[in-house]
């Protein structure tokens, strides 16, 4: 290998004995030799970086974190709080809204044209129930009912503070499906789409009880069983 460099010739003799015993110099050296300019240092391989220290890479993480809680700061209405809250209310107005629609429709169409059955309406209110449940369920946690959000919250596994909240889009979901039905059909008196109870006062609050003790019941095991 020839080492290139002009202290390696002390005397103009010194270079004229090394060109004589290299007679045929390469083409590589006479390219290189005849820039006397040019730096031995050029023609070393490029030096590896240096890995960045632990010091280093945690200033780069801190301003990246700095990064983020500027961007993710709270602006008023566009924070990212806000935003989740609005969609979780859209979501429980929208499942409201089509369980109250096709469950109540089902009753109308059934005492308007009877082609629905007693075990048609029921199926229809488990069908739209299992269907906005797994639509919305992973967004606001499909309650659709106000006893239901209000029985979350007194076993505090839901914010208290968006306790009315909830209950004001489940009653704008339920009036706006009411209105829906009533604009569509057009029912009369004999057609309503509600429930009245044909027993004593007594009988009807302890229905009550029994059914929206098992309605709770099955619903509870929901959050703590995330796999269903």
Known sequence: MVILRDSIYPSPQDSYKFC??????????????SQP????????PPQKQ????????CSVDEEITKVEEVT????????????????????????TFFVVFAGCGSVVVNKMYGSVTFPGICITWGLIVM?????????????????????FTIL?????????LY????????????????LLFDPKAEHFYGTTPVGS??????????????LMFVISAWPQTPEL
């Open 156 to 164: 505090k596994q839901f914010p208290l503070k968006q306790l009315p």
């Open 201 to 214: 006062a007594v009988q009807s609050f302890v229905l009550e009880i029994i059914i929206s003790f098992l």
């Open 37 to 44: 300019s040019l730096s031995p240092h050029h023609l070393l």
């Open 131 to 151: 269907v906005m449940v797994y639509s919305v369920g992973h967004i606001s946690g499909a309650h659709f009912n106000p006893a239901v959000t209000t029985t």
């Open 72 to 95: 993710t700061h709270d602006s008023g209405l566009c924070s990212a709080a806000m935003v989740n809250v609005a969609q979780k209310l859209l979501a429980e107005a929208i499942g």
């Open 167 to 182: 209950m004001v889009a489940q009653l704008v979901g339920a009036i706006l499906a009411s209105g829906a039905v009533y």
């Open 50 to 57: 240096s890995p960045e220290t632990p010091d280093d890479m």
């Open 20 to 33: 004589a015993y290299h007679s045929s110099p390469s083409p590589h050296y006479l390219a290189i030799h």
